[in-house]
C-alpha cells in the first residue's frame, strides 16, 4: 500500500487548488497515482470548483426565513447576476436559508447538513454544475416574540436584493412588514442611539465640531451647535428616530408605539455590500470572448 505523504499532499493541491482533505483522499483512492488523482477531483468536481475559487463572487441573492421567533438572511454569492436567475441556485439559497434558523452563526451554518451533505459541500457541488464561484458570505439573525420580513427586489418568494428582518414584543397586525421596507429603503446604523458604534459617533462628532469651528463662533455658542446638530445625526442614523416612510409626520418609534409593538432589534443585508469587484471579472472576459 502506498503511503500518502504530506508532500504528494501539497504537489497535488498546487496542481488543482483542491482542499487538503480532498487532495489526500483523491491520493488514498488512487493508490497515489498522481494523474489518476486529479482525474479523481475533476470527476468529483472539486479541481473544477477550485479553479473557479479566485474569482470575484459579488452578485448573488439574499434568502429569508423566518420561523418561530426566529429570523434570519443569508448572502449567497455567484459572480454574474444571470446565476440569480438560475432556478437551482434559488433552490439552494433557499434551502440554506432555511437551515439557518436552526444555527447561531455563518460558520455553523457551513457545517450543517443540507440533506446528506454539508451547506459547505452542497456549495462546491453547486460550483462546479453551475460553473461559476459560489460564496455562503454573511448570515444575520434575529429573535423576538414575532418576527417580520421583506425582501427588495425579489427573484422569487424570500428572496432578492436586500433582505430586513424585524423582531418585535406585542402582536404584529402588520406594522411589522411596514418596518422592514422602511429598514430596506433607509438602511439605519442602529435601531437606537445606545447601539451606535462608538467609533461612528466620534467620528461625526470629530467633523461637525471642526465645521462648527470654522464658523468663528465663541466656544459656548459652537457647543450649542455641535449638540443640535447630533441630535440631527441620530435622528438620521438610528431607526427608532428617523422618520417613518409610510408617515414622515411622525418617527419609526412612535409608529410602533402607536401600533402596540416594541421594535426589539432588526437586521439588514444588501448582495454584495463592502465586496470590491474586480475591473476585470467574468461578466467582462465574456465580453472579452464575444469580441465586445
Known amino acids: ?64 426565513a423566518v420561523k418561530g421567533g426566529v429570523g434570519v438572511i443569508v448572502e449567497v454569492n455567484s459572480e454574474t447576476d444571470f446565476v440569480a436567475r438560475n432556478s437551482d441556485f434559488q433552490a439552494t439559497v433557499r ?17 450543517a447538513k443540507l440533506g446528506d ?8 457541488e453547486k460550483i462546479a454544475t453551475i460553473g461559476e464561484n459560489l460564496h455562503v458570505r454573511r448570515m444575520v ?23 430586513v428582518v424585524v423582531a418585535l414584543k406585542g402582536t404584529d397586525n402588520g406594522i411589522g412588514k411596514q418596518i422592514a421596507m422602511h429598514v430596506a429603503a433607509t438602511s439605519p446604523a442602529s435601531l437606537s442611539e ?4 462608538p467609533a461612528l459617533v466620534e467620528r461625526e462628532k470629530a467633523v461637525l465640531t471642526e465645521q462648527a469651528r470654522e464658523s468663528g463662533k465663541p466656544e459656548g455658542v459652537i457647543e450649542k451647535m455641535i449638540v443640535g446638530r447630533m ?17 414622515p409626520d411622525i418617527t419609526v418609534g412612535q409608529a410602533a408605539k402607536d401600533a402596540g409593538v416594541e421594535i426589539v432589534e432588526f437586521a439588514r443585508l444588501a448582495v454584495g455590500e463592502g465586496i470590491e469587484k474586480d475591473p476585470d471579472d467574468f461578466a467582462a472576459e465574456v465580453a472579452k470572448t464575444a469580441g465586445r
Open 1 to 64: 500500500m502506498t503511503t500518502i505523504t504530506a508532500t504528494m499532499v501539497k504537489e497535488l493541491r498546487d496542481a488543482t487548488g483542491a482542499g487538503m482533505m480532498d487532495a489526500k483522499k483523491a491520493l488514498t483512492e488512487t493508490g497515489g497515482d498522481m494523474d489518476a488523482s486529479v482525474d479523481w477531483l475533476r470527476t468529483k468536481g472539486l479541481a473544477k470548483a477550485a479553479k473557479k475559487s479566485g474569482r470575484t463572487a459579488a452578485e448573488g441573492l439574499v434568502g429569508v
Open 95 to 111: 434551502a440554506i436559508a432555511e437551515v439557518a434558523t436552526e444555527v447561531s452563526d455563518i460558520e455553523a451554518l457551513k457545517g
Open 117 to 124: 451533505k454539508t451547506v459547505e459541500e452542497t456549495v462546491t
Open 141 to 163: 439573525a434575529v429573535e423576538g416574540e414575532t418576527v417580520a420580513s421583506y425582501v427588495h427586489n425579489a427573484v422569487a418568494d424570500g428572496l432578492g436584493k436586500i433582505g
Open 194 to 197: 445606545a447601539d451606535l458604534d
Open 231 to 247: 441630535n440631527k445625526f441620530f435622528e438620521e442614523v438610528t431607526l427608532l428616530k428617523q422618520k417613518f416612510v409610510m408617515n
